[in-house]
């Protein structure tokens, strides 16, 4: 079965840390709900950069990626079934859904 990797891009910041604490709660029983589906439960990042051959820009782009998890599902429509009610997606973010291709050692 292959892996999915689960990109946040956006949303909007929480109006209190209340606020905050009842996204995070639902964030939770989402992730606990997806099982072992869920291979990585999630990575906030920081800071970023755009890197290209006319050189670098900050802020990661238009649309930075703020996260990632990774998981584990039978197909991509399996996967985008998954997250479609995600609390980062009801929260007003993005979430791209990309397979994770496996190479091979030449």
Known sequence: MPNYILAYHGGK???SPEEGAKHMAKW???ANGLGDSLVNRGT???NSKSVNSKGVTDGGGAD???GYS???AENIDAA???VEDSPHVNFGGTMVVAEMM?????
């Open 102 to 106: 496996e190479m091979k050692p030449s």
């Open 13 to 15: 910041m929480p109006e």
């Open 28 to 30: 939770e029983t989402w």
């Open 64 to 66: 930075p990626m703020i």
């Open 80 to 82: 985008v079934k998954m």
């Open 70 to 72: 990774i998981l584990k």
């Open 44 to 46: 906030p990042l920081g």
